[in-house]
């Protein structure tokens, strides 16, 4: 079965410019997560959906972060405009919402903000 | 407040010896307790998870994990250490009903050869 996807792998780019990550959970699965994990700060999270609705974006760091999931099979985390500090890595995580279903990880965007 | 303690930051273990890996929670009732997994470049991966029953819990790739509710202790066991389990181990902890994983901060594992 395919795991949590993400992409790019990878994103490099200069301070201001617009970035969009994208994640494509695991089929089936209702609940989505959005992760960001430093050295600092180690792994905190962003925003969690339940069936595609924001449940909970307390962890979003500020305005200019902001997350879509149109549909059940996609989600976006874009950065407008993007700063140096937001250099991290990104990871999403999809489960079946339920209490005791863990949660399954994506292999993260490692994003660099020169 | 839900809280996780990884009290050691690294830890260097020979191939072939045991492995244990301490892990501390703070939370009133009985919580949801995981253990994941990061190699480098990677995402985390479950190695197990705890919600009730028996307290010895198995997982895959021989790893193991005891909850000890008097010690609010979740530790990872493994008894032969193979090279390929260098990486980073993270305890979780989420509270019955909640979406929200605790972190602790990590234990990032060196294996000698």
């Known amino acids: 079965d395919a795991g949590v996807i993400q992409s790019p792998r990878h994103e490099v780019t200069e301070m201001g410019q617009e970035v969009t990550l994208r994640c494509k959970p695991i089929?089936?699965?209702?609940?989505l997560f959005w992760y960001r994990q430093t050295m600092m700060r180690g792994l905190e999270l962003l925003i969690y959906f339940n069936n595609n609705v924001p449940i909970d974006d307390s962890g979003m760091p500020e305005d200019r972060f902001s997350a879509k999931m149109p549909n059940a099979s996609f989600s976006t985390l874009k950065i407008q405009p993007s700063e140096p500090r937001d250099s991290a890595v990104y990871f999403c995580?999809?489960?079946?919402?339920?209490?005791?279903?863990?949660?399954?990880f994506g292999d993260g965007t490692r994003l660099s903000i020169l | 407040a839900q809280s996780v303690t990884q009290p050691d930051i690294h830890i260097t273990v020979s191939e072939g010896a045991s492995l244990e890996l301490r892990c501390n929670y703070s939370y009133g009732a009985t919580p949801y307790l995981f253990w994941y997994v990061q190699s480098p470049g990677q995402g985390l991966q479950l190695l197990l998870k705890?919600?009730?029953?028996?307290?010895l819990v198995q997982g895959i790739k021989g790893f193991e994990a005891e909850f000890k509710r008097s010690q609010s202790s979740f530790n990872l066991r493994k008894p032969s250490v193979h090279w390929s389990d260098a990486a980073e181990y993270f305890c979780a902890v989420a509270a019955g009903g909640t979406y929200k994983y605790i972190f602790g901060t990590g234990t990032r594992l060196k294996v000698l050869a």
């Open positions: 089929s089936g699965h209702n609940s």
């Open positions: 995580a999809s489960s079946l919402g339920r209490d005791n279903q863990p949660q399954h």
């Open positions: 705890y919600f009730s029953g028996d307290t």
